[in-house]
């Protein structure tokens, strides 16, 4: 097969996979040797290790692994790959408003090489599986994702993120009473949050974890993206979301793909004090089969 029409899984010979979860996340079982490992396998040349940090006491990846903990075992993995493979201290946060005080404080005593700010589904909110189905029956389809767009959008007006991951992740609770293609259909619900992220600056994740969940896209969709450009979005990155060993750059060809179609040629992200940037390889260019 060539690389046009091979299925879609653990991708190779890319240069960065922005989003890792290691054993040191609650819901991740995986070594961070096992992925550097992959990555020499696999040729990716850079990771960011972005473990779960929360900021309510009742979830889980609050005070699941100190911050000690956590820069050690990320900066000595660093050191025993050097010459193989970039690995980078990043983080996933947890964004909610009423948290938002205590995430700041976070980032100003803490020092990341890269942070993703990311709003999840928490204990109290209307999509969790028990209420999701009666939510969505007694509203229209912008009153459903209204608290979780409002949310992210407060996120990136925050200005304490570098990237915005899985900017509609709430496709995954949704699923299948709204589809993927209804919001598809309504693209301008997107508007205020792809504004929000051109007037900040605020990077844009392609996260390519919806690819092997129900959604079956990325989040969001390559089309999403393509409005994010046109709105004049500048700054995209990628990222496989990997909890697991063989999620490890899963679909990852693909975020790159949505990236080169939207008409970007690179990514954008930091390393430590440092913007970074690594172009898209050409082959992301090449139509699917």
Do not use: C
């Not at 850079?46 to 309510?56: K, P, R, W, Y």
């Not at 609770?173 to 792809?194: F, Q, R, V, W």
């Not at 080169?260 to 090449?286: C, K, W």
């Amino acid at each position: 097969m060539t690389a046009a029409t091979d299925p879609i899984g653990q991708s190779r010979d890319l240069p960065l996979d922005g989003h890792l979860h290691t054993n040191l996340s609650p819901d991740s079982d995986v070594p961070i040797d096992v992925y550097a490992a992959q990555a020499v396998e696999r040729g990716i040349a850079e990771l960011a290790i972005t473990d779960h940090v929360d900021f309510d006491p009742r979830y889980p990846a609050y005070d699941y692994a100190d911050f000690a903990t956590r820069e050690r075992t990320v900066r000595e993995a660093a050191e025993r790959w050097a010459g193989q493979v970039s690995i980078l201290f990043g983080v996933e946060l947890t964004y909610e408003r009423r948290h938002e005080d205590a995430v700041r404080e976070h980032l100003h005593s803490h020092a990341y090489d890269y942070a993703i700010g990311s709003v999840h589904v928490g204990l109290d909110s209307p999509y969790v599986a028990a209420r999701v189905a009666a939510f969505v029956a007694g509203n229209t389809l912008a009153e459903v994702v209204r608290p979780y767009f409002d949310e992210v959008e407060a996120a990136i007006r925050s200005g304490l993120f570098d990237t915005i991951g899985h900017l509609d992740f709430v496709k995954r609770y949704l699923y299948p009473h709204i589809t993927p293609g209804d919001l598809a259909a309504a693209p301008e619900l997107y508007e205020p949050l792809l504004r929000a992220l051109v007037e900040t600056g605020t990077a844009l994740e392609i996260n390519t974890s919806g690819l092997r969940q129900a959604a079956s896209e990325t989040y969001p969709s390559p089309a999403i993206v393509a409005r994010y450009r046109a709105l004049g979005g500048r700054r995209v990155t990628a990222g496989s979301d990997a909890h697991r060993a063989d999620w490890f750059a899963f679909g990852l060809e693909e975020g790159y793909r949505a990236a080169a179609r939207a008409g970007f040629e690179r990514l954008t992200f930091r390393r430590g004090a440092e913007a970074a940037t690594v172009d898209l390889p050409a082959r992301a260019y090449e139509q699917r089969g």
